[in-house]
């Protein structure tokens, strides 16, 4: 990563202290909010891989963990906590650290899913979507009839009206959203931990920002 020295502060929520991590580009022309899986933080590699491809292009960076994380719990919390939280948070970044500037948003799997739902309210330009869960990996639970329908969130992916990047691993046994207008999808090596090619995930995102910033 471009080396910037990292600010470190709790943000106020209505669900608790979420933490988050700016890292400013110089003479910064946007700014990208990521949030984390619902089991892991913000140190993931295609968080990281993603902050790294911003920061080449200009744009700062703000890594957020949720309260819930913050306060040492596993579990994640229910989705409206989440977005409400998520909210609070760009709220404050868009007051302070990240003022006037452009505002893309997103995350990994969990993360994904909240910047989507949040996308209009938070006046993003783009979402990036890193590992979207697109279904529930399929299991053999007990008395459910084998074969069983997997409740799918491409509605969420749907309902955003900016443009989306997905990045998905090849191997994603959440499975892979399909592309559609305004929304690009790009298959790399690996699982749902994106961990096999971080090489491509920072191309890929790179790509896309300068797509997205373009005049």
Avoid: N
Wanted: hydrophobic content about 50%.
């Amino acid at each position: 990563m471009p080396a910037t020295t990292p600010l470190v502060r709790a943000v106020d929520t209505p669900h608790g202290p979420a933490r988050v991590q700016v890292l400013r580009a110089p003479r910064a022309r946007a700014a990208l909010v990521l949030g984390h899986g619902a089991g892991g933080g913000v140190g993931a590699p295609d968080l990281q891989a993603a902050s790294e491809a911003a920061l080449t292009r200009r744009v700062s960076v703000a890594l957020v963990e949720q309260p819930y994380r913050v306060a040492g719990r596993r579990s994640p919390a229910p989705a409206r906590q989440l977005d409400a939280a998520w909210v609070a948070v760009l709220a404050t970044l868009r007051g302070r650290e990240l003022r006037r500037l452009p505002l893309l948003v997103g995350g990994r799997s969990s993360g994904a899913r909240v910047a989507c739902r949040t996308a209009a309210e938070v006046g993003a330009m783009g979402v990036l979507c890193l590992a979207f869960p697109l279904r529930p990996p399929a299991r053999a639970a007990a008395g459910a009839a084998a074969g069983a329908a997997r409740p799918s969130r491409l509605p969420e992916l749907a309902a955003v009206e900016v443009p989306v990047l997905v990045v998905q691993g090849k191997r994603d046994r959440f499975d892979i959203p399909p592309a559609a207008p305004g929304r690009e999808v790009v298959v790399v090596r690996g699982d749902h931990s994106l961990r096999s090619d971080a090489a491509a995930v920072r191309d890929a995102v790179r790509r896309w920002i300068e797509r997205v910033l373009a005049p």
